[in-house]
């Protein structure tokens, strides 16, 4: 691109020489060479050849700038598809302990917004400056190959008021760019919450309460955007009026040190023309070389991302074991829990202390104890979400650590208390995370009717198995979304099922009946549950109490409620 600039701009120095000075055809030795080569005859066709030369030169030059602008944008878009997909894997593949202390409207914004800044703000700005920048530079260089002294001064008046308004922007840059990723993840947070929470938000009427914390973000974001805009422009305006300056200057020095003005002419055309090509071209590079500075900082939460990685997660590149990782984990005899203790970070106690417990195969266990008793802590030790910080957890015999944890978290159905379904259809819900042209429309069905869902499927809904749920399942009543959970839990036949507190936001009659479908469950499967009432664990083959990440108590419901006072306060309060 720089070779064809420089060509386009050369080659109406030639017309213009031959316009004002028809005589310099056969003064010139370049331009009497190519006359009597081709075969011209007179001055006027030959000025109407290199006429129509130059803007040929011109034409190719565009159209090959256009060329290279699409394999730019090109190659920004399909790296903004790769980081992002990238960051997103990263994201995915750190520990579950990562997500309790991150945000993820702001994981969210990193993915997609800041990436995009990143490529579409950063990157192309900065290869089409530095494209340009070497355009610019080889024009400069064919100027000095014309006349080294003008191209000496332009050189020096244009690099010396760049780099001068550079250095005064720099700092202004760095702060901005901090500023727009701070506000903006601000901005993403409170959408977030606001159409998170909905129906809490209409009933309470805090429209306006989430309009103004969205505001002010919004206030510092636009600020902040404007004024990035303006350092980014401005050089434009100013560099014009110097250039502008500068071609009367050349000019002038021109006229003092020629001695026919027709000579005059040519060059200083050539100059506007470089110019013309020039300016556009320099500010490109400084718009470029901006741009990437602002968005730094976006750069940095990307790299951030990227350095949190935890490798030993990617699974999928142990070293050729992805064969047996996919094999799962099953629970064929017990799974047992020795001296396990577990800390949050920052937390001034552990939420598991040195717990002991067995749990046989085809039994059911529950969990109970008061808010912050340690039950979900412990619940999520077992699923492979937390690892211990001391003592160990088996599966027959293997501990469940390094590769074992995958292979057993696909041997486990899992049903939390919050159940989340996608906008949707049911089927996909239920094979959840598996692609649409590869559900088991068999799996599904079969999922289905175990978790008592079936007929209220294929009777009740319009489209059946293919009707939207709506976000977030909004479209179904609680009892409902449960069931789905149930059928997703079940899809992959799992030998273990967890409940976590799965039915404490149901009323007590729904409660009851999705109960029932559970316990249909227990002949075939492991089932962990953790209780929110005690009604839901009273056939539990097992009850463990916890109280401070402690066992207080174990056994069954009865001999719990008969000897443990603690369990009776539960029990009967």
């Known amino acids: 691109m720089a070779g064809l600039e420089v060509v386009s701009v050369a080659s109406i120095m030639p017309f213009l020489s031959v316009a004002t000075d028809p005589s310099s055809v056969h003064e010139n030795t370049y331009l009497r060479w190519v006359y009597k080569t081709v075969g011209f005859t007179d001055t006027n066709t030959f000025l109407i050849a290199l006429g129509f030369g130059a803007l040929m030169a011109l034409i190719v030059s565009n159209v090959f700038i256009i060329l290279t602008t699409w394999a730019v944008y090109r190659y920004v878009w399909t790296f903004n598809r790769n980081l992002s997909?990238?960051?997103?894997?990263?994201?995915?593949?750190?520990?579950?302990?990562?997500?309790?202390?991150?945000?993820?409207?702001?994981?969210?914004?990193?993915?997609?917004?800041?990436?995009?800044?990143v490529a579409n703000r950063m990157l192309r700005p900065a290869m089409q400056g530095g494209a340009k920048a070497i355009a610019a530079l080889a024009i400069i260089a064919f100027l000095f190959f014309v006349d080294p002294v003008v191209a000496l001064m332009i050189a020096t008046i244009l690099g010396v008021g760049y780099a001068a308004m550079y250095r005064v922007v720099r700092d202004r840059l760095d702060r901005a760019g901090s500023g727009r990723v701070e506000a903006n993840a601000k901005r993403y947070q409170f959408i977030d919450e606001a159409f998170g929470g909905i129906k809490e938000v209409k009933i309470r009427g805090k429209e306006e309460s989430f309009l103004e914390r969205y505001d002010r973000p919004t206030k510092w974001y636009a600020r902040v955007q404007s004024k990035y805009e303006i350092i980014k422009k401005a050089p434009r305006y100013i560099l014009e009026a110097i250039a502008f300056g500068g071609i009367i200057l050349i000019a002038i020095y021109l006229i003092l040190v020629k001695d026919d003005f027709r000579q005059v002419i040519p060059i200083l055309g050539l100059y506007a023309f470089a110019g013309y090509r020039m300016m556009p071209a320099l500010q490109k590079a400084f718009r470029g070389l901006a741009s990437a500075r602002f968005n730094s900082a976006a750069l940095k939460k990307i790299s951030d991302g990227f350095q949190q990685r935890v490798e030993g997660r990617n699974y999928s590149s142990l070293n050729g074991e992805s064969e047996s990782i996919n094999q799962s984990l099953s629970l064929d005899e017990e799974l047992v829990m020795e001296g396990v203790t577990f800390s949050y970070p920052g937390a001034d106690s552990p939420a598991?202390?040195?717990?002991?417990?067995?749990?046989?195969?085809?039994?059911?266990?529950?969990?109970?104890?008061?808010?912050?008793?340690?039950k979900t802590t412990a619940v999520d030790l077992i699923l492979g979400l937390l690892c211990p910080q001391e003592g160990t957890i088996s599966v027959d015999g293997m501990p469940l650590r390094g590769k074992n944890i995958p292979r057993w978290q696909r041997d486990i159905g899992y049903v939390p208390q919050q159940m989340y379904l996608s906008d949707n259809t049911v089927a996909q819900n239920i094979a959840f995370g598996v692609p649409e042209d590869e559900i088991d429309m068999n799996a599904v069905v079969r999922a289905a009717r175990r978790a008592q869902i079936h007929d209220f499927i294929t009777e009740e809904l319009l489209k059946?198995?293919?009707?939207?749920?709506?976000?977030?399942?909004?479209?179904?009543?609680?009892?409902?979304?449960?069931?789905?959970?149930?059928?997703?839990?079940?899809?992959?036949?799992?030998?273990?099922?967890?409940?976590?507190?799965?039915?404490?936001a149901l009323d007590q009659d729904t409660e009851a009946s999705v109960m029932e479908a559970i316990y249909e469950l227990e002949d075939d499967h492991t089932m962990i549950m953790i209780a929110h009432r005690l009604s839901t664990v009273k056939r539990a083959d097992s009850i463990i109490m916890l109280e401070k990440g402690r066992k207080v108590g174990e056994g069954k419901y009865n001999e719990l409620a008969e000897n443990h006072s603690k369990f009776q306060s539960m029990a009967f309060s």
């Open 85 to 117: 997909r990238r960051l997103l894997s990263s994201y995915l593949y750190q520990p579950y302990e990562f997500f309790l202390s991150r945000n993820s409207a702001e994981l969210g914004k990193n993915i997609l917004d800041d990436v995009r800044e």
């Open 464 to 504: 059946g198995w293919k009707t939207i749920v709506g976000e977030r399942g909004v479209k179904l009543s609680g009892g409902q979304q449960q069931r789905i959970g149930i059928a997703r839990a079940l899809y992959h036949r799992p030998s273990v099922l967890v409940f976590d507190e799965a039915t404490s």
């Open 352 to 374: 598991i202390n040195d717990l002991f417990l067995e749990v046989p195969a085809c039994s059911t266990v529950g969990f109970v104890g008061k808010t912050g008793s340690g």
